[in-house]
Nanobody, 122 residues
């Protein structure tokens, strides 16, 4: 059974940095597409960044230059480094994985973590 577990969420002040982690288990995820999404209260789940198509890194325009996705394949872990955080970054952050598909639409992704909450105060 595939499991994704996020960690690293918390409360920070505007301008701070935070790193989220997502550990994958149950499969060898070396060739999986993996991504980070977030969902703020009352809003749609939003694609942020991903490793797709065996090595391509993609970012949403809204976080390009502030957020960085990285991975440690030996640990089956991906990370999201978030810098210059703003109150509007407050959301639950989710890790997603899929063996074949990828895209900004949440329905494309097969596996999801439980989410990590990030609160950014002004």
């Amino acid at each position: 059974q595939v499991q994704l577990v996020e960690s690293g969420g918390g409360w920070v002040q505007a301008g701070d940095s935070l790193r989220l982690g997502c550990v994958a288990s149950g499969r060898t995820f070396g060739n999986y597409n993996m991504a980070w999404f977030r969902q703020a209260p009352g809003k749609e789940r939003e694609f942020l960044a991903g490793f797709v198509a065996n090595g391509i890194t993609i970012y949403a325009d809204s976080v390009k230059g502030r957020f960085t996705i990285s991975r440690d394949s030996a640990l089956n872990t991906i990370y999201l480094e978030m810098n210059s955080l703003k109150p509007e970054d407050t959301a639950t952050y989710y890790c997603a994985a899929d063996p074949q598909r990828y895209g900004s639409d949440r329905s494309v992704w097969q596996y999801w973590g439980q989410g990590a909450q990030v609160l950014v105060s002004s």
